[in-house]
């Protein structure tokens, strides 16, 4: 048995500081020689002033000036155009000058996040020109890869959430704030614990196989927030595999994964973007392939010092239960079965008649999601600092007990420091961006204790103890030991990044960006032998899980920007390096015969080490050219070669681009004639990305060592895998076209953009016949499989008063997906699960006719006519089964934002359509011993019956029963209508907050799923599964206030 | 590359500033660099796990994976072809037990024979079986690709590895036929193949066994710890099963002769003694890892044995009368081998060769029986059988009576008929192998009376079909090329 090398991590942690130097001497690409050459030549261009145009030239004089925000900052890179094109761009200090400018010429100052301005030169030569932040809605700051951009002039499609929509929901995981409100993007909590990983699904599903895991790249303030995945436990939603985020130990969590989001502060994120076009993907290459997702945290603001604190509290609900039957139903129903099996009620047929009092009833439902959760959150930040520094510096504690929770819960202490610094002449700026947060979380496993048998006996007997006797002879579905088996995580998470950045030149920038984050976890989970059953020589375990990761990034880049020839170029070319270590560490004592010994693993008669351990390193060099012509055409190119540590030799690279470009058509004279258009944009793009998400080494085929005892005197030595050397990259590409309007001077925005992703040479684990040795390998697939999309965005700004204030921001998406081909798809495992050209959410069922009033049987369409039901799961025989496609046909959120004086208002409506399972039909018939809806009551009983449910019966295949279950009756409407969030806000007016010296005050009421609309059978038409429990609503009231 | 630089340099040299040209050509470079380098992405090798071209470098770590082979046959939580499977679901599927929750559908198919190919048991069995040989075949392509081992461990390595596959391919056909025959590692190929028919496997078995018997010691050395490895006369039994199952019966004869004049084994002085850890007539007795949970039991004894506690619990499966009839009176295999509870005012009863089960069954608790896989008796029957079918009727009875007499019976009388003979031959088996590694299900079928044999005792018809087990409807989803047992 090989133990945890601990001086591992220092070992090799120098080389590849090495590996940097190494490369300052020796790599010299022809990629950068070519950035270079044109950069220098297009840098010599960029310096010439404008050639004189017309007349004498007494009349023309050199104007010089400077450009500064509202907060007195000078704006470097603040492009200047004059009427033809041409133009130049601030410096590091916001000066520019012109050599030969006539009175008449008209300066078009244009800065990202700014509203423009125009300036008539007339007879200044020196102007100082101050810039206001934009209010409209086209020119706001958007965060893109490397940079920022906007809605008017980009050419990507990146969607946005910003800190305002962030504060209104009471979520600790703040990547919960998408749903509703980024068209495209759907999230699903895995567990419904508030530490649980989450499901993040950017336009579609892409994988032909669900057990790989695909996620977006999530890159924290210029960090990725990427451990690796070496933890052998797998959770499964909704087709994909869901990382276990910040818990790699191998230990499972009662919340299946814990997200590292947990450990973000929400009230610290400024921003959240959504990168999911080619155009604004492509700069990060091969790890774009699942879309990216950038988070930007709050930064410091020059000016006075403010003070801002936040404090809410509330609770927690599960306002939706689902009719089950009371325990004379169950009884009768149980009774039914039996009879119709030619059973005796006797104890071995039925020992929950038998053993078990018949007159008891326990609302199992009520007892297993019944309860209240609550939920408190306090934020405190301080911002100040002069135009040279500025600071921000943020605490936040959160804490939220889940209804399922018996103790302690879910809490989350956080700070965070944002520092600017700029050298006088603005050379150079640092920018340095830390957070650090604890979190921690009792949970315990939940059995699905809510379809228990109503009559089932109590859960603690007279002394308090677990009632295992009581239980018997059905002690094996007495799940209630683990409400004695505490289960807890905590977790540390440093994030920081340093970006300094140096003017070099006029236009011209170098920057570095370091990166560094960090996370440590503990859990533990306890099984005391007081929580097990006494009859079988119960012993003590106790299980700790340790994850370390680190990951370092490096991002040299140099950026240009200027106006050469007729139109202003941008220019970025960069390069990364990131290494990323994981490590995982289990410890399993057991055999403990005393609780007492419990809490120290040394004491553990039996103890088991399982370590994980893998390193990832990536690198990649990228380039990005954007021109713009008069502010009417704009192409911008990506390029980026990427390299992956996750591949063999020689396939570790590859090559990834794109193509944006976009047209402001209202920019052009013959739109003049429609003046109630004030912008009007198309834009198109085209591009590769690629992915590299299969764990790594995957190209090696790796032996362990057994975790358990020995084999005589040898320890044994498994082989874990397949390997296929050939991996290489995957490739994802995506076309997009997208139409955007503002309309009435920009009261109304519109965007409609279609897309089309084709992903390819898919990285999956393909299933193969275990014949081989192993059940499936790592390997490209050659399918095929296309996402095709529409996403409408609409903003309405209906009235824009003073006093009044009516906004609605609506967002619709539609998402087609189909397997486009898969060469030979015949000898593939896929065939009888997939069709070619049908979704990928193909699921096939049996057509459900009715119950057969003669014998109460369910009865199915026999499609081929052969006389039989057939279900066929390999694709070679007669399958009687017809495809039912289970994803939203479409889904999206209308968010009304209301303010009058000292009030505002935002209401999310959040709804989807599509079909799902319904509670009535379950994998347990009815007749078996578990509870049932009371629907089921309508059962078959004697010929003649026309009914809903058929003839109860005790053997799920003794009758049609258990096809039911392979259906269309499980199967029907789920859509619905959420209101996933309200929020009312009252200010204190300005003369209360003047006699108690505030800056603002406002109090404060936040409802989180206050309403559902569906017709759906069941508890939640998200969750769609009897048993677990429904989104709670959550209710919270609170008040901040700015000194 | 220094051609390319100079051509730059005037262009560079518009830089005015010597320091930006610094920064600038860094930076450039840099960047360049992190776009081509293959060895930035070089990573080391993760300190948990070994890569398959290191694993035969050394004696230890080769014998390492050795000993894994024999670690996974023996431990595993649900029954696997070696662990329990062959004994349970072969003995629900012919006349030797009876399952007791008839609404447990998955082990039902098996007692109705009733298979379905989506049965996850049978899933199970195979994956398991094929995991296991995947790990002979890459033993045996590492000791064979690697030079660096001892030349003797090298040989007796790959020899044990050779025993251990077929050992497991002899299991695979007596429950699904043909089965694909694989010896290499390479997945694009072996996860394609096609079944190949029972006769050609075993001619492979028998020369695979042959060669191994050649090469293997009688003793026990490489794997410390008992008769817990493939030695030379396991190989010898396997071949004496192998040549029972083709018919040669001289191959038998000679194969048991050789076990049985070595004098490495004897029968145990009692039934009860069988079992025992260290038993004398053991020739492979695979020992658990008793550090987890339940592995000081056999899953014979975790399966079979009912719970002990105030509450009677029924036993998963009892024994039916038919069988228990067939225990002649005074059978002291009966009084040590079968144990009876009283359920609901009936009487079952139930096998218990093993006698640690769910009760006993603790971490770490003491491992009182080995797991045994062959015995010296099962070769007194086989030679028994061989000597019947070479006419040798006193000879048979001879080996008979050595069974029967530790069974406390009566010895047969040496001049019985051949009709007799036959009979007490198959008789002694039924009692002296039942509810043990699926032997009665191999006889009946090796027999060919299985359809007329179940079908009477169990009072219900059992057709041809379901003499084969079905292949797993997953592999047939995998793997086109496969195709399945008629029937199903």
Known sequence: MKTAESGHVARSAAPHFYTIIHLYLHFVMKLVISILLILSILFTQAQQPPPPTTSAANTRHQVSGKVINHRGEPLARVSITLRNGSGTVTDAQGQFTFAHLQPSDILHISFVGYAEQRIVVGSRNNLVITLQPTSNHLDEVVVQGYGITNRRTGTGNISRVTAEEIEKQPVINVMQILQGRSAGTSITNVSGAVSASLSIVVRGLTGIEPSVIREPLYIVDGVPLTPLNLSPVQTTVGGTTISQGTIQSGMASPAGGQSPFFNINAADVESIEVLKDADATAIYGSRAANGVILITMKKGKAGKTVTDLNVYTGFSKVTRFFPLLNTAQYVQLRKAALLNDGLPLDLFSAPDLVAWDTTRYTDWQRYAFGGSGRVVNAQLSLTGGTTQTNFRLGAGYNYQRDIAAISGGNQRGSLSLALQHKTPRQKLIIDLSTQYSITSSNLIYNGTTALLPPNAPAVFDRQGKLNYSGWTPLVNSFMFGSLLQPYEASTSLLNSNLVLTYNLARGWTARVNLGYNNSFSRQSHTIPITSLNPDLNPRGSLTFGRTFFHNLITEPQIEYTGFVGPGKLSALGGGTYQSNKTNGLLNAG???????????????????????????????????????????????????????????AGKRFGNFGSIGTAWIFSAERFMKGLPFVSFGKLRGSYGVTGSDQIG??????????????????????????????LLHWEQNRKLEGALQLGLFKDRINLEVAYYRNRCNNQLISLPVATQGGFANVITNAPANVQNTGLEILATVHAIRQTNWQLTTRLNLSVNRNKLLSYPNFEQSPYKGRYEIGKPLNIQKYLQFTGIDPATGEYNFADRNGDGQISIDLTGNTVDDRAPVILAPRWEGGITTELSYRQWSLSVLFYCRQQKGFNALVSAEQPGARTNQPTAVMNYWQKEGDRTTTGKPTVYPTTSGTNYAYYSDARISDASFIRLQNLSLYWNFPDRTLQKLHLGSLRLFLQGENLLLITRYKGNDPEVQQLGAMPRPAIITAGLSCKL | MTNKLTLCAPILVRFQCRNRLLVAGLLTSLIGGLAGCEKIVEVP????????????????????????????????????????????????????????????????????????????????????????????????EGVHSNHTLTPAIQEQIAAQAMVGRAFIYYQLTTLFGAVPYITITDWRTTTIRKREPVERVYSQLIADLKEAEQRLPASYNLITGGKTSFNKWAATALLARLHAITGNWQGVLTACDKIMNSGDYALAATPAGVFHLNSPEAILQLKQDNTTYSFNATREGMFLLPIDGLFPFPPFAYLPQKLLLDFESGDQRFTDWTQSREIDSRLLHYPAKYKVGPSQAEPGGQIQEGYMVLRLAEIVLLRAEARFRLDDISGAIDDLNLIRQRATLKPLPTDLQEAETLRAVQQE????????????????????????????????????????????????????????????
């Open chain 2, 45 to 140: 090798l993760p300190a948990t796990s070994i890569p398959q071209s290191m694993v035969f470098t050394t004696d230890q770590e080769a014998i390492s994976a050795l000993a894994g082979t024999y670690y996974r046959m023996v431990n595993s939580n649900t029954p696997t072809l070696i662990n329990g499977g062959m004994t349970i679901y072969s003995a629900l599927a012919s006349d030797e037990l009876v399952v007791f929750d008839k609404s447990n559908t998955a082990y039902l198919q098996y007692y109705q024979n009733n298979l379905q190919a989506n049965n996850p048991f049978i899933a199970y069995l195979w994956e398991n079986s094929y995991q296991l040989i995947y790990q002979f075949n890459a033993i045996l």
């Open chain 1, 590 to 648: 057991s055999n403990y015969t005393s609780d007492l010994l419990l809490g120290s693993i040394n004491a553990a008669p039996t103890k088991v080490v399982v370590e994980n351990d893998a390193q990832y390193k990536y690198t990649g060099g990228f380039l990005r050219l954007s021109y713009n012509l008069f502010d009417k055409y704009v192409i911008n190119l990506n390029g980026r070669r990427d390299g992956s540590s996750r591949f063999g």
């Open chain 2, 429 to 488: 088996r039924r009692i002296e192998l039942f509810c043990e590694w699926g032997h009665r299900w191999v006889d009946l079928n090796r027999w060919g009376v299985a359809e007329t044999i179940l079908s009477i005792n169990k009072s219900a018809p059992v057709s041809r079909n379901a003499l084969l087990f079905p292949i797993p409807a997953n592999e047939l989803m995998s793997n086109p090329n496969l195709d399945q047992n008629t029937g199903y």
């Open chain 1, 696 to 725: 790594d080494y995957a190209y090696l085929s790796l032996w362990v060592f057994g975790t358990g005892g020995r084999y005589g005197d040898h320890s044994p030595l498994f082989p874990t895998r397949f390997a296929d050397t």
